[in-house]
């Protein structure tokens, strides 16, 4: 068992409220645990530079922290003129793996703007995002598509993400928080389809290493994890879960 | 009657939820009409390096809204390397108002950062800032003295904001939602105390100019909405509220 | 009596020459005690993209000190690579003071540039700035007058700018020089128009609040301030002045 | 058979040419196929500041690419004034993959600076970077070890990396070349130890995803490469190899 | 002869205005032709942190122009955000060229700040800038003087500086205004010392070259030009001038 | 005798390796005694914004070094978020020397980017930097002639550069290295033609300051070394050498 009560294949408490700011076209407050993201996804009517013309979409996240978020604060990265690495990489995984799952072509020359803000932080903050970022673009693809309806609805499957690890003490876990990530000797991130396919895949040792038996077994709570969190999205989408994957008309 | 129905003297549906997000010493929700400002207080036991030594405190304030905060989508200033001038702005009038109610020698060689991020903007951005962030600071200056009683309590008196102006049609108003705000002749943000004295009076012609008989009517509206505020600031502040402006032991 | 030995409704030595740098369409040195600022208006054929094709101009302002205008040198903001925020405030303050006398249609597509350049201070810097670049901006706009008459002048009304503060012994004073001004307990700034309407109230209590009987006795001296400096103007634009707030023709 | 001639398990040319610059503690020029990537290790006597005391040693890395080592020329990021997201990502990556082979205790306060600058670039200039970032850092720690031997040598096993992929077509492949890698579908990096154990495993599906058998036939290629990889260390490295993973005397 | 009547060895008007402004420990205004320069001294106790304990001193200097001094209105380089490369030339020559003729040793542990401020542009302003802040530095270093006499003053030589090319025409010129520079094939940079010797020679073919005997020729005029600067500033200086080279007591 | 055994006008030794990377239309590794440079020269179809549609060509310089090029590590301008002063007064020296002898018209609108990476440094990086610049940008254009001849080949001489300077014992010499440099009171950087006209002459007093008599020597040790160089430089280039400064057809 772990800290906080849970078997090593259990997620945490999840909540979504969506519609949670009134602007976005889609917006999401994704609770997982003591972690809190606002995502929010922005259509625009046009894609970058170096993509116009060609009659295919765009999706671009970004990612921030408020600056009290964690439990000790932090500079604000506006104040420090730039962003950081870490930033960088979270922003560049969660566009990346919402677009392994949207048809650009059917989408057409628009980019959807994916906001996550960190407003609470207890560990898996770039997972909740792309979990809540995934349902804050169908539903903001979905207003789209009510006006004026798609040929082909170009959300391709569901997409879902969670952490595994190796604890300190050997243990494989899934959905790890603060607590458990920073002493994890192993720290795994992974993207999935809803229907069970990897389109991201990030294990990284700290000072440390792993075997192939472990990575098995990371990914099967990972599989699992990714599941429930599939469901957990249908259930918030309701009837745009049905346009989701479908046939071309 | 304005166009949302209320009338000239009639502020906005005023909220505050206290603890909204947890790692903070103090933290509020605050929403005015559909403007929402979390508002987060951190106490870090030294000032900045130009005050040491003196035996005072600081308190220093920063703002910024999510890119989606409002109707279209913000660059956020992280990743154009530079805050605003706005933003600047702001920040200043906000660490400025409320260090006019905080006894800085009384406060000890602390610094207290406010941070409000707007979640929602809909107008008054900065004058809910600093009614919420008054509130936020005020539950982290009490929880110290919970810890180690101040000798005197640092706050002296309780601190509110709102906006007043000129409308397009020529009639005054209190507190301004965007609509009115962005169509006003006249915009004035006034910060008081609870003993009803001014603090800040930021009154602007936008490409317009106004009279003394004018000023006194909005000085007058924006009395009547700050002692509004103040109240709900003292039914919400329960019996920490009874330590502001308190003599000394 | 001050301990410059002025009354308390008393104005520095107030000098200005116009001309001062031969390439701006108009420049001024103003001079308020041992206040001087290089003010220079510069023209330019088009406006902000956001404007384009709207026929209206537009007057955009920036403010700086030379490093060593005041008694300590300061770090160059070129060599810091940003602008800090109190630069940004002023710079929007002029602007957007020049602004409410200006009739931007009647300008047509061409923006002001106002250049203010503080080469030494003594407080102040930035009412002065507003009262000479009014006059460049008087100068300039004259010499295109001259070449292509305005169907109707583009200039409203006259624009002055004053200080006005509570002195740390409580008294009331106008145009507070550099020594005043630090130690002030209450520091207001005030643009008003030459037929006495006010553009900007800036009042700021330092660490301090003000009531609003202590408001009507510095807006009446502030007012008494600008009606002399009005006149100022008036003396140095000449035939010019005489074109403001002309009828259309 | 792959467009150039090789097996789908088949690496590039491989050649390190160590000392390949003079100054820095140990330097190397690698070259994989098209890809020339020079690698130096400097030895500071000093961590940084948040590690001070501690007695640990760090690693950091920077990578960077000159202007043509593509085949259009790019900007400099000294020019854009910034670090981009990819070369972040990349200088992290390398860092955290030679951190897990060192062992921070033996090395002590020092810090290792593994600068790595690709001269020419056909793909794989991360997996390059660390391979050729290894054998420099060795080198290093083996010129501080002649001086003062270590009581420990604080490298504790061999590390390489290389990239697989899902090609266009399907099939997978060891090793990708640039043609080879902007057309994948599924690209994979992997960084492991001689002993064969994970140290970094990054799959992206680019606009795609991948299945668990997949995966499978992926890791086994990369495992595959690596050993071959870490065979020519060994070569090139001669007796200093012998120090590796050594027991404590 | 030139086209503003001057003989190809004739200096443009110069004027110098000692104190022009009061902060500073030392000042100028100097003017050559329609080229205005405000140039101040400033002494900081303290050397930069890579100078502190050699009990030697250091002469630092910054350039800056006016954004309306030339023709055309220029962007302020603190609104870019950077100091430009001709900017960063200039202060390194300014500084490079003062440090020539200070002994740094008799100074002590001080910075001089010089900064040059060009408040009007008519070509020459790099070398009207070295030529003034001789002076406001030696007034400067003066009042040290007066207050603590130095050991030895630590001005080793008088310095001036001018230009001199190789017009359009192929005519050589001294001291060329803005119209000549800008059409000259050669332009060159002399700094010389009041004994005649150089300290900085930088002579570039402007898309053009230059063989030897043009070299001797502007070299003569040159050094003419700077012989005429020099007893200039010795007008200027007065007594203090006789202190320059003087020998140790 | 110099301490590693050269006569005084003697160069190091010199060696140039022509296509040392493959993608730019020009490169060169540049070998002077220990100093490295790789020069590559790259062709834009497009002139920088403010010269388009003139008809004429562009050539634009930049410099960097690794970080371990030099003895102890350099901080990256990447990271510092600026380029020095040191490398733009040393990338604007390049561009602008290399333009003196190509003939802007003749190249057409066309930017030939010249971009110069110092991999190992010990002295002389800036005029090595020249010397190899000009060998890439002959090749790169020389390919261009090969595709469709120009009607006048745009290189109108030979271009060298190398350093001269009074040395720490006073005698003059010819290509120094870096312990020679360090030392050096006046350190000469020369650039010039194969027919022996000046294009650049850049001498500094480093603290120090130089008589005529001793410019005349600098200028004939400058001039022997070019011309050894310019001889080098032809034999590299092989047939193309004979297009240069060739007669219009």
Chains 1, 2, 3, 4, 5, 6 share one sequence.
């Not at 959807?112 to 909740?128: E, K, P, S, Y």
């Amino acid at each position: 068992m772990r800290f906080d009560g849970r078997e090593k294949d259990e997620l945490r408490q999840i909540e979504m409220v969506p519609g949670y700011i009134k602007h976005p076209e889609g917006s999401i407050l994704i609770t997982v645990g003591d972690t809190k993201v606002i995502c929010s996804a922005s259509v625009e009517d046009r894609v970058p530079p170096f993509m116009r013309g060609e009659g295919r979409g765009w999706v671009s996240a970004e990612y921030a922290m408020l600056p009290r978020a964690t439990e000790r604060r932090n500079i604000r990265e506006s104040s420090k003129g730039k962003v950081t690495g870490r930033t960088m990489e979270i922003q560049r995984l969660i566009g990346r793996s919402l677009r392994a799952v949207v048809d650009l072509e059917a989408l057409g020359e628009r980019t959807i703007w994916l906001d996550c803000d960190v407003i609470q932080a207890d560990g898996g903050t770039r997972t909740a995002s792309i979990t809540g970022a995934f349902v804050a673009m169908v539903i903001a693809i979905g207003k789209l598509h009510e006006v004026t309806p798609f040929v082909k609805f170009p959300v391709k499957d569901f997409l879902a993400a969670t952490s595994v690890g190796l604890l300190e003490n050997g243990d494989t876990a899934l959905d790890l928080n603060y607590v458990e990530d920073s002493a994890a000797a192993v720290d795994m991130n992974l993207v999935m389809t809803g229907a069970g396919r990897f389109v991201e895949l990030q294990g990284t040792g700290e000072e440390a290493t792993f075997s192939e038996e472990e990575l098995s077994e990371l990914l099967a709570l990972g599989k699992k994890g990714i599941q429930e969190l599939v469901a957990l999205q249908k259930d918030i989408l309701g009837e745009t879960a049905g346009l989701i994957g479908g046939a071309e008309d």
